[in-house]
């Protein structure tokens, strides 16, 4: 079998994840790591792949067919990921919403630039859930669409902090508000504002000398991650942070309710995830989608892409006759 070489870029928790999905998966080979970090300093767990530093990317243009992205959305991807579409086919999780247009223009114009294909924003939100809510909205027309997600960390919300001055480190966790989930199951189709389905709930690991105040009012009102939210900054120790937030659960679910025919018969559609690895579901979802960016590739395609462009065929190491015949 031929075997779809992947790079990984970013060495944090979806970079490992990225990895050993990469050795779940018989059709993939991990070929290198790359890191900002000193190379000596990073071991990876798949034996004979080598770790180099981010400024060696180039050198193996020839001998990667698919670079998965694994930096933050706030600001390691929109730098990154353009320089790398206009050398790579990409994978990345970009995961600020309100920005999701402009980075795909971005994304676009190096990918096409280079003869490249970059599929953007992929995980589970955006990603999956993104496209159970297009199939839902395609399917009852008229109705109500709503998203919850969690109880879980975010990663993008945590490293969003975690680039705040005088945070040590960081976690947060997104909790939706019950009473919004019950009367949206309920189907009478409430209208919510952002405030009324989530929480948002920080722990923060202060610098010594920081100051609290500063910290708790740049997280509060950070636009695109907490302003809209009820959002609470809870101050911890290390100690406490690794004890206490060092696994990474998350999911979440999409409701639709809508109706039907000239008598308005009702519909509820729901799709839910529950996730003991955040990180390492997402990093799953990237490397399937890898193997669709390496078949567009081979098929001559370029520019930039979302989930809603690829064919669920493509993402599957079956052929599409097994397809039709296993799954249809």
């Known amino acids: 079998m031929e075997k779809i070489r992947i790079g990984i870029v970013g060495y944090g928790n979806i970079g490992r ?22 190379p000596a300093l990073v071991q990876v767990e798949t034996e004979g792949v ?44 970009f995961d600020t919403h309100a920005k999701i247009p402009e980075y795909f223009a971005n994304m676009d114009k190096a990918a096409k630039a280079g003869g490249n294909v970059s599929i953007i924003s992929v995980g589970w939100d955006p990603g999956m859930f993104s496209l159970n809510r297009l199939y839902a909205e395609a399917i009852l027309p008229q109705g109500s669409t709503y998203t919850f997600w969690g109880k879980g960390v975010s990663q993008g919300h945590s490293d969003a902090i975690r680039r705040i001055k005088g945070v040590k480190n960081a976690i947060q966790y997104t909790v939706p508000v019950d009473e919004a ?15 009324d389905k989530h929480l948002r709930e920080c722990f923060v690991v202060p610098e010594d000398g920081a100051d609290l105040k500063v ?81 567009l590739s081979k098929a001559g395609e370029k520019g930039a892409r979302s989930v809603f462009d690829i064919a669920p065929g493509l993402l599957s190491v079956k052929t599409s006759e097994e397809l039709r015949k296993e799954m249809l």
Not at 18 to 24: D, G, H, K, L, V
């Open 17 to 38: 994840g990225a990895e050993r999905s990469i050795m779940r998966n018989e059709d993939m080979e991990l070929k290198a790591v790359f890191t900002r970090r000193a």
């Open 50 to 93: 080598p770790v180099r530093h981010m400024d060696d990317l180039l050198s193996m243009k020839d001998e990667i067919d698919v670079m998965v992205l694994c930096g933050g959305s706030a600001t390691d991807l929109p730098v990154i990921g353009p320089q790398l579409a206009a050398n790579f086919n990409t994978i990345d999780s």
């Open 181 to 195: 989930v019950n009367r949206v199951r309920s189907g009478c189709e409430p209208e919510l504002m952002t405030r």
């Open 215 to 295: 910290i708790e009012e740049e997280i509060k009102t950070m636009p695109n991650y907490f302003d809209e939210y009820d959002t609470t900054v809870t101050f911890i120790s290390e100690e406490e942070l690794k004890r206490e937030h060092s696994r990474m659960p998350h999911g979440g679910f999409v409701i639709r309710s809508g109706e039907t025919g000239k008598e308005g018969n009702k519909h509820i559609m729901e799709y839910s995830l529950k996730l003991d690895s955040n990180p390492e579901f997402t990093a799953s979802v990237l490397i399937c989608y890898a193997r669709a960016a390496y078949r």
